[in-house]
């Protein structure tokens, strides 16, 4: 299947997402990524059951339950290598991409006004994999820790945005429309 | 890659050598052995950076994609520490290996997700996203 001809013609990721097989492919491919970030953190041989729908369990679950399942011993080792070779910088950044893609919409408003509301609902529920995979990069390591509070997500290239942003602050930024 | 080396750490005008990344370690021991030395025979701190120059991008490349994704670094060992730029050596244990090869191996398709998915010029297929992955 070319999905290259059809995409190039939507000129926007709302034109896959409206596509239910499309999303569904995009959140399964997503999904499948994070987990295998989450699983590098943790020690031994981590391996969740296939059968589990991830999006459904993260759009029902709060935050802190969704968390839960993904408690393991930390592997400070694959901590400190995924610091220094920047994978959590890159987590981070794609923890914001979508959200970056539609700012000026809120696109996780639950505001039924939002028209976003529907369509991103599959990469809104990714967010919460997003983060935990960044809570276990630095779950009881304090390097990670201070590196993440100290870091600033810079604007891509070509970004009409010319500022540096704590990164903090950019979670803090999108919680709020979150939650709103 | 291609690593440029300062010969001389105290001359202003440094003359550079490229050397090849199957030089790097070489290059490398030679100067933890060496302990390298000011004219005056005093010693100096050296910092491994990123000049931020890219050598010239593959021609079968398409543009987008060198973009978004670093081929290759010049690299600078200098005197002047420039803490953005500093590249660290890490001494890396067997057992480490392994994970350093899946954190790059993650590294590809995290980079090419956050570039393509927030710019609003781009578009991300899913053959791009589900080939990097693997």
Known sequence: MN??????????????????????LFVFYLYRFLLKVIKLQLKGDFE???EIDWMEKASNMPPAAFAELFDGEPDAS??????????????FAMSLAMYKRHETSSPWSEDPSNPDLHA??????????????????????????????????RPLE???ENTD???????????????? | MCV???????????????????????VIYSLWHKSPQNVDGSSSQIYLHNTEERRSKSSDKIQDEANVIPKSFR?????????????????????????????????KPACLYAAEVADKTKTLTLEQFEDAIR
């Open chain 1, 3 to 24: 999905l290259s001809y059809l995409i190039s013609h939507c000129g926007d990721l709302r034109g896959i997402i409206i596509i239910p097989v499309f999303v569904a």
């Open chain 1, 48 to 50: 969740w059951a296939k």
């Open chain 1, 78 to 91: 694959r901590q400190r290598i995924s610091r220094d070779l920047k994978l959590m910088d890159a987590v």
């Open chain 1, 120 to 153: 991103l609902a599959g990469a809104k529920a990714a967010q919460k994999l997003f983060h935990v995979a960044l809570q276990r990069m630095c779950t009881a390591n304090k390097e990670s820790q201070d590196y993440f509070g100290r870091r600033s997500s």
């Open chain 1, 158 to 160: 070509g970004s009409v």
């Open chain 1, 165 to 180: 942003s704590s990164q903090v602050l950019e979670l803090t930024h999108m919680h709020l429309d979150y939650t709103s």
């Open chain 2, 4 to 26: 440029s080396v300062h010969e001389d750490f105290t001359a202003a005008a440094c003359h550079c050598v490229t050397v090849s990344l199957f030089d790097l370690s070489a």
């Open chain 2, 75 to 107: 690299l600078v060992f200098s005197s002047v520490r420039s803490a953005q730029d500093i590249f660290k050596l890490i001494l890396v244990p067997e057992v480490e290996v392994e994970g350093f090869a899946s954190v790059q191996a993650l590294l």
